[in-house]
C-alpha cells in the first residue's frame, strides 16, 4: 500500500485481480486432483517437430532476435498454409506477422486498433483475456451471450447486430468457440460478414481451433466472405494446432495497413519472441494432410471418451463440433450435488468431492447468472487420464 491508500492496481485492470486458473489449479495439487481445468495437452506434438526446434537452436538459428515481423521462413509457410487450407493468398512479407502467441496478436491488434471510448463487441462466454485486453485498450466490451439451443450453444443474429451501435469499432470472433465448443455456420459467419460490411465495422478472428472441428462442422474463415478481405484481422497459433503451448508462436494474416497497425503495437509489447520455435513451426506448418487428419482423429476420440463419461456421471452434455473443451450443466445433478446450479461452488466442491478439477463458466461472462450452471471440462489428455475421471465423477452419481 502506498501512502495514499491508492489501490496498488490501476482502474482498467482492477476487476481482473486474480484468475480462477491459478485457484484451481491450486486446489488440484493440493488435493491430487485430475485437472481438466486449464486447456493444455499432457504429451507434446510430434518428435520430429520438437527435434526441428532443437536443430534450429544448435545451428544457432533464432538464438538473437529474429526479425520483427517474424522469421521469413515461418511468414512463408503461414502464408502457404492459408492458401493450402482455404484458398487464401496472403503477401508473407506485408501481411503476415508473427506473435508471442494468439495472445499477444489479440493484445496487439486490440491496442492498435480500438481508440478509448470505442465499443468491441464479442461473443460471450469470451476467453478470458479479451476482455482485460479491450480494458487495456480503454475500449467498452459489449458482449452477445451465446445460448443453449438443441444441445448446442448458438448465436443470436438479431442480438448481435442490435449490440452494434454508431460506437462499435470492431467485432471479435472466436470460432472454433472455447468455452462451448460452438462452430460457427456457413449461415452465421456470412450473416456477421454482412453486418461488418454494412456497419463497416473492423473484425477480429480468433481461429486457434481451425484445426479442431468435429463430425460434419467445417472452419470457415471469416475473411473470405465478400468485404472481409480488407477488414479482418485473422489470428492463429501453434500452441493448439500442434500441442506445444509453452513455445508460444502466433500469428496475425491480415491486409497490409492493418498488419502494420498491429506491428505499431506488437513491437513495444514483446518485440520478438521463441526465435528457434519459429522454424520449427514453419515445418509444422508444412506437415501432410495425414498430420492434421489423425490430431483431429486422436481429439475426437477423446471427446467422445469424455462426453460418454460425463453423460454417464448425470451433467448435461453440449458436444462440441470444435475445439478441446465439454461444456457441461450440472444442474441434473440434482440441487444438493450441483450445489443449487452454482457452477463456482460445484467447482471449488469437486476436487474435494470427486478428485477432478473443472473450470466454472460463469468466469468468461459479464452476465454471470448466464453463465451460473455451465462447467467447463478439457478433454486434451492421455485416454487413460480421461477414463480414470470420468470414473471418478461417475461414483458421484453414486
Ligand atoms: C489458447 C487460446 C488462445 C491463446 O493462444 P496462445 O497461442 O497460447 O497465446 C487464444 N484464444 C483462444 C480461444 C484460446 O483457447
Known amino acids: 500500500m502506498t501512502s495514499s491508500s491508492r489501490p496498488l492496481l490501476n482502474r482498467r485492470l482492477a476487476e481482473f485481480g486474480t484468475t480462477i486458473f491459478a485457484e484451481m489449479s491450486a486446489l488440484a495439487l493440493k488435493t491430487g486432483s485430475i485437472n481438466l481445468g486449464q486447456g493444455f495437452p499432457d504429451t507434446d ?20 532476435y529474429p526479425p520483427g515481423p517474424g ?31 494468439a495472445t499477444e496478436a489479440i493484445a496487439a491488434a486490440l491496442l492498435a486498433l ?40 448458438r448465436l443470436d443474429l438479431d442480438e448481435l447486430r442490435a449490440a452494434v451501435t454508431d460506437r462499435t469499432r470492431l467485432l471479435l470472433i472466436n470460432t472454433p468457440h472455447n468455452p462451448t465448443g460452438t462452430v460457427l455456420t456457413r449461415e452465421e459467419l456470412a450473416a456477421v460478414a454482412e453486418l461488418a460490411v454494412e456497419r463497416d465495422l473492423l473484425v477480429i478472428t480468433d481461429e486457434v481451433y481451425e484445426h479442431l472441428v468435429f463430425d460434419a462442422a467445417e472452419h470457415i474463415p471469416l475473411v473470405s466472405f465478400p468485404g472481409m478481405r480488407e477488414r479482418t484481422v485473422s489470428i492463429g497459433s501453434a500452441g493448439k494446432t500442434f500441442s506445444f503451448t509453452g513455445w508460444k508462436v502466433g500469428w496475425v494474416t491480415a491486409a497490409a495497413p492493418l498488419v502494420t497497425a498491429v506491428r505499431s503495437a506488437k513491437q513495444f ?99 454471470r447468472d448466464e453463465g451460473a450452471p455451465f462447467v467447463r471440462f478439457a ?12 470414473g471418478r465423477l461417475k461414483k458421484l452419481a453414486g
Do not use: W
Request: with cysteine; proline share 7%.
Open 379 to 390: 478433454f486434451c489428455k492421455r485416454v487413460g487420464v480421461l477414463e480414470e475421471a470420468v
Open 114 to 153: 480500438v481508440e478509448p471510448g470505442d465499443e468491441v463487441v464479442a461473443l460471450e462466454p469470451y476467453y478470458d483475456s479479451y476482455a482485460a485486453c479491450i480494458a487495456m485498450a480503454g475500449g467498452t466490451r459489449v458482449p452477445v451471450t451465446l445460448r443453449p439451443h438443441d444441445g448446442s450453444f
Open 45 to 64: 506434438g510430434p518428435e520430429e517437430i520438437r527435434e526441428a526446434a532443437v536443430r534450429a537452436l544448435r545451428d544457432g538459428r533464432g538464438n538473437q
Open 71 to 101: 522469421v521469413p521462413e515461418l511468414r512463408t509457410a503461414i502464408a502457404a498454409h492459408q492458401e493450402r487450407r482455404y484458398g487464401l493468398s496472403y503477401d508473407p512479407d506485408a501481411e503476415v506477422l508473427v506473435t508471442a502467441g
Open 269 to 367: 509489447l514483446t518485440y520478438v519472441a521463441s526465435g528457434p520455435f519459429q522454424y520449427a513451426v514453419a515445418e509444422a506448418l508444412a506437415l501432410p494432410d495425414s498430420y492434421f487428419d489423425a490430431f483431429r482423429a486422436d481429439m475426437l476420440a477423446k471427446r467422445d471418451v469424455l462426453a460418454a463419461g460425463l453423460t454417464e456421471a448425470g451433467f448435461e452434455v453440449f458436444r462440441p463440433a470444435g475445439t478441446y473443451f465439454i461444456t457441461t450443466d450440472i444442474r441434473p445433478l440434482g440441487p444438493d450435488l450441483s450445489q443449487n446450479g452454482d457452477g463456482f461452488a460445484f467447482c471449488r466442491a469437486l476436487p474435494e468431492l470427486a478428485g477432478v478439477v473443472a473450470i466454472p463458466n460463469a468466469v468468461f461472462y459479464d452476465h
